[in-house]
Every structure is written in C-alpha cells, then in structure tokens.
C-alpha cells in the first residue's frame, strides 16, 4: 500500500515544481483561447470561412480531450516526469509548425497535434503535484494556485492574444510556446523526481483510448457541421449514429478490459463524479464565453486586436487574484459550498454579458460582467480542482487529473459546437431585418443566453448529487470509501 501514501519528507523544491508545474499549464490553457483573438487575422490571411474558424480551436480541444485519459495513464505507468517532458516537446515542435503554417488545412493538423502534447503533459503536470504535496491545506493551497492558472488561462489568452497579433503577427501566438516548452522541460530534469506507480497490470488500453477520442470527433463534428447540412440530413444523422457506436464501445471496452483507461469504480467517490460532471458543462459555457466575446469586441465593437486584447485584463487580472483569496476557502468550509456560490456568480456574470448591445461601451456594459464572471470562474475552478484528486490514491492520480481536465476541454469542444450553432442560427434568422454587426450581437447573445442556462443547470446539478466536504478531513474518510473497490 506504499503507493498510496503521501510522501514522508516533503520535497525541498516543491514551490518551485508548482511553479514550473503552472507555467506549462497555463500555456496549455492558454492555447485554448488564445487564438480566439486571433481568428480574424487568421481567416483573411488563410482565407478560411466564419464557418471552419471553430475547427481551429477545436482541432486543438478535441485532441487534448480526448487523449487526456490516455495520457493520464501514461504518466502513472511510464513514468510522470517522462510523459510531462515528451508532452512540452511535441507541444512545441507542434507550436512551431502551426506558426509556419501555410493554410487552413496545415495550420488545423498542427493544432491537433499541440493538443495531442498538452494531453500528454496537463495530468502529468497535475499528477506530479499530488505526489509532491501532502493532503491536506498545503495540496489545496497548491491545488488553489492550479484552479487559478486553469481558469485565468483562457482570459489571460485573449489578452495576450490580442497583444502579440497586433505587435507581430498572428503567427507568434504559436511561436512564443517554442523557448518556453524548450526551457520548461530542461529546467523538469533540475527540479523534478521521477516518479510512477507500482502496478502489476501495465496496460495503457490503446482500444478505448482510440473509441472515446473517435466517438467524441465524431460528435463534435456532427454538431459543426449539422447547421450546415441539416440536423435531420443523412450525412449528421450518420456522423452521429458513428459515435453512437464508438463511445458505446469504449464502455463496453472499459467495463471488460483488465486494466481500463477509466476504471468506473473511481466515480463512486461522489466528489470526483461530481466535480467532473460539473467541469463538464462550465468548461462549455467557458470556452464559449473567450469564443464569443473576442469575436464581438472586434467584428461587432470594431476593436482591433490589441485593444479586445486589453479589455480582457479586468476579467484575467481579477480571476487571479480572486483565486488566491479563495484557495484557504475551500480548506476551511469545504468544497461544495464554494462551487454552488462560484456557479451562481458565473451565470449572473454570463446572463449579463448576453445583454451586451452591439454599441456596447466598455465601462457600462463590459466592465461589470467581466468582474462578476472572473469571481464565479475563480471560486468555481479552484473548488472543483481540489475535489477531483479528492481522496485519490497516488496509483490513480494521473487518472483523476486526466478525467478533470478531459471534462473540462470535451466540455468546451462539445459546448463551442452547440453555442456556435445557436449563434449562427440566430444570426441568420434575423440577419434580413437589422445591419449584418447587429445580426452577428444577436446570434452571439443567443449563445451567451444559452451558456448561462448551462452554468444554471451545474448549480442544480451540484446542489443535488455533489457531496460537499472539507478536505483536510475528508480525504481518509473517502480514501476509506475507495480502498475496498481497489483491492
């Protein structure tokens, strides 16, 4: 049962692993968003349609979502630090292509392999840190500093964004990742002990790794494509039925598999099912929100780059520091309490944003949501961070950060899809009646609407199924709770 227990002496460098740690992944989550500031600049260049600009972003997030699992599993069994160093290269070999790329085909392909990297290196990242640091108010206090990174990523995206595509170009978006992966996985080899997990079954389950990443392709693909040839079309209904069959395969796979990517007893902890479920749905309303509000501030507001770039830095610079606030928060009153309050704000924040008329003013309509919104974001991902290594034992916990971080970007994979179709639908319903700015606020209200009643639905979702606890306690009791499925 050693490999259950934390660590006896804590790692001197430990601080500077989290540090390292952080940096890596906010390049991760930044890559998410932050060529949404970027599109424009994108699609004249590359002469790609208002259509195909979301399969840049979700040539990424697919790919990252969907191979999470798998690289989750790679850490535990291959080694954490090997996994995380192989991840930062290809992520910046893939960065470096995307930046050359020469038109909308290569640049997509590029993107889908940067995810494919970052799905190597985000659970590995997150799983070195639960090795690293105890439970208890020192791991949550870590885990606070991870939720901030994770959600100040896809604000600070766009502001950093628009930052680089006005001064340089679009293409040093991709380029700036190159020196820092470079450097982050020499200084990983200085600062960071190896570390694996001592299991008698070495299977990494390449089946359900292919079914879960090709079924979740396929429906996020038949959603994108579904506003164009009909959601009744023989083309969607097919796309659909396809995964359909793959992700009922991947659960006939993993329930028969020896050693599965997703072994389902860890989701009898009601902690990490229910912060999964909940990360699920407010990382779609989230990748929306970046998606939706860069393309307003410039094809609706008429900012340039640089300036919708800058009218972001209330909403990242908040979410950071209302993070490091709310970190010793969720230590003293426990998990679920934080999450429902975190939620709540989230929507009101993004029920306000979807009022933004298209003559918007900075101050009195886009100032006050993105206060309110990096508040909800902040408590909301700092919370459900903490309850998803949850009582996890040390030979799981590249699962457990796989599976957040999964739900997080097949959450806004799956929502920008939705959202983007509802956006477009609106539009074009409208777009005979008002001036073509107008139709494009319209359609992209509609969205914002939707991505709020989203968030509503994980505070109902929450305030029912979640199990609220507070961590420095918890974590024997539901360490108890997991022990007798794993023997």
């Known amino acids: 049962m050693s490999s259950n227990e934390p660590t006896a002496a804590p790692d001197p460098r430990r601080w500077l692993v989290l540090a390292l740690l952080a940096v890596a992944q906010f390049v991760v989550v930044l ?31 697919l790919t990252f979502g969907g191979f999470l699992l798998l690289g989750g599993r790679l850490a535990d069994l291959l080694g954490r630090r090997r996994v995380f160093v192989i991840g930062l290269v290809l992520f910046a070999a893939a960065s470096l292509a995307g930046g050359l790329a020469s038109s909308s085909s290569q640049l997509i392909a590029a993107r889908a392999v940067q995810g494919l990297g970052g799905a190597l290196l985000a659970p590995a990242a997150l799983s070195i840190l639960t090795t690293v640091f105890a439970p208890g108010a020192e791991r949550n206090k870590a885990l606070g500093v991870w939720g901030a990174v994770a959600g100040s990523g896809g604000a600070a995206g766009v502001l950093l964004g628009g930052v680089i ?26 600062l960071i002990r190896e570390s694996r997990a001592e299991v008698a079954q070495r299977s990494f389950d390449l089946p359900g790794a292919a079914t879960v990443t090709g079924g979740l392709t396929a429906a996020v693909y038949g959603i994108v494509e579904a506003e164009k040839v009909g959601w009744t079309s023989t083309r969607t209904l097919a796309v659909f039925a396809a995964a359909a069959v793959l992700l009922g395969a991947f659960v006939v796979i993993e329930r028969r598999a020896i050693a599965p990517l997703v072994p389902f007893r860890i989701f009898r902890l009601r902690t990490v099912a229910g912060a999964n479920l909940t990360m699920l749905l407010v990382g779609a309303s989230m990748f929306a929100l970046f998606y ?34 709310i970190a010793p928060l969720v230590t003293r009153v426990g998990s679920k309490p934080v999450t429902l309050a975190g939620l709540v704000t989230f929507a009101v924040g993004l029920a306000w944003f979807s009022r933004m008329p298209a003559d918007a003013d900075f101050v009195a309509d886009l100032l006050g949501p993105s206060v309110v919104v990096a508040v909800g974001l902040a408590a909301t991902f700092v919370s459900l961070t903490v309850s998803a290594v949850e009582g996890i034992a040390e030979d799981e916990s590249g699962l457990a950060s796989g599976l957040i ?81 794993s023997s």
């Open 292 to 325: 939706f509000l860069s393309l307003s501030m410039q094809q609706v507001l008429g900012y340039s780059a640089l300036e919708a770039g800058l009218a972001q830095l209330p909403l990242a610079g908040t979410l950071v520091l209302a993070a490091g606030a």
């Open 165 to 190: 595509t006005e001064a340089l170009g679009w293409e040093w978006v991709l380029f700036i990742n190159v020196p820092i992966g470079i450097a982050a996985a020499l200084l990983s080899y200085r």
């Open 405 to 485: 971080n999964t739900s997080q970007q097949i959450g806004g994979a799956l929502g920008l899809a939705v959202l983007t179709a509802v956006a477009s639908g609106r539009t074009e319903s409208v777009a005979g009646e008002v001036g073509p700015a107008v139709a494009l606020n319209e359609g992209f209200q509609a969205a914002l609407l939707v991505a709020a009643a989203i968030v509503v639905a994980a505070v109902v979702l929450t305030a029912v199924f979640a199990r609220g606890s507070r961590p420095a306690a918890a974590v024997p009791a539901a360490q108890r709770e997991l022990e007798p499925a």
């Open 31 to 61: 890559d998410a968003s932050i060529m949404n500031i970027a599109l424009p600049s994108i699609g004249t260049d590359l002469q790609v349609s208002q259509e195909s600009l979301s399969w840049i972003i979700n040539g990424y997030v």
